[in-house]
């Protein structure tokens, strides 16, 4: 079965609208799913971004918001703009790395998104994080614990560094077996399609 | 019928690609297309950026160069990079101007696009621009002095001064009779929409 991985951070919107809609699209074509989440602060801030760009660009920001009204209303999708924008997703970022050698990074994943972008709630906080592991029958103080620890620390550091590696500058992206990477949430059936297409 | 706005710089390879299929997708919906040639560097510069985001910001260049080699291939377009990228188009924008009084607007606009990025060639260069004019039968000398008079430069200055006015931060842009701001090629089917949708 044909893989695409699915880079993500939980901040961002576009990432949201994906992570909503790719288990379903891929199902349909036969791709299997690998999550990767990672964090794109430290690469916006190599390239002397201090916050989101929709913040640092208000125009553009003003349309984004716009644009997410439009694209959820047209997909029946609740939309609850976050208190915080963009969220600070250090923790969140580092359960999904602990979910995804325990198997559940996908049901968490949407679980945090759904949170932030469908109840308006800031997921940097400790007790949303802790309501949404116990939500999913997980140990919530033992996994938070463990995401404060040094080897999910440097997990998730070196994943930072193989998103660079992949000449990633934003999220959602999706890079296919053969390395090609496609850009937002306007780009996840291209990218499905490729992984079906391109020889194994 | 409705109209749609169209809001284009020509040194956008994304609008590009809308000019090169909005008039077939706006026939087959009923509606009428509003060429808007404007300036996309003044609204850069006031941001901070002096050239295209896609050579300030090298990883987002190089996906957008394969993002556009893979859209181009789907849609049987071809393209060829243009030897200077982004062209400077403050003559080719003025001369459009001049077309949408004088009727020729469309058909001129695409043929800039289609020397710029489907031939490679120049389009800041006086030749390329006067070898357009005549292939379109006009009088090439007597419209490239009109581009360089008092009224039309005061009338691109107004234009990217609209733009702004319509908090427009990229090309191609589209702007809905009730003033919905759609950005991108990958919005243009949905801008369409919305016009059809609106009430008049």
Redesign the interface.
């Given at each position: 079965m044909p893989r695409l991985e699915f880079w993500y951070e939980f901040a961002s919107n576009y990432a949201f609208l994906s992570a909503m809609r790719i288990e379903s699209l891929a199902a349909a074509r036969g791709v299997e799913i690998v999550w990767r989440p990672f964090l794109l602060g430290p690469i916006f801030r190599a390239?002397g971004w201090t916050t989101s760009p929709f913040n640092?660009?208000p125009?553009?920001g003003?349309?984004m918001r716009?644009?997410m009204a439009?694209i959820a209303a047209?997909r029946g999708l609740p939309l609850v703009w976050p208190e915080v924008f963009p969220a600070e997703t250090l923790t969140a970022a580092r359960l999904a790395l602990i979910g995804e050698s325990a198997g559940w990074v996908a049901p968490f994943s949407k679980a945090v998104y759904a949170a932030e972008f469908q109840e308006g709630r800031d997921v940097s906080r400790r007790e949303v994080l802790t309501e949404i592991l116990e939500g999913l029958g997980l140990d919530a103080p033992a996994l938070m614990a463990e995401a404060a620890s040094d080897p999910v620390r440097a997990a998730l550091r070196a994943r930072t560094e193989a998103a660079i590696a992949h000449?990633?500058?934003?999220a959602p992206s999706f890079v296919t077996p053969d390395g090609?990477?496609?850009?937002?949430d306007?780009?996840l059936e291209?990218a499905l399609d490729?992984c079906v297409a391109a020889p194994p």
């Open positions: 390239q640092l660009f125009a553009k003003r349309h716009r644009d439009r047209a000449d990633i500058f934003g090609e990477l496609f850009w937002g306007d780009r291209q490729w």
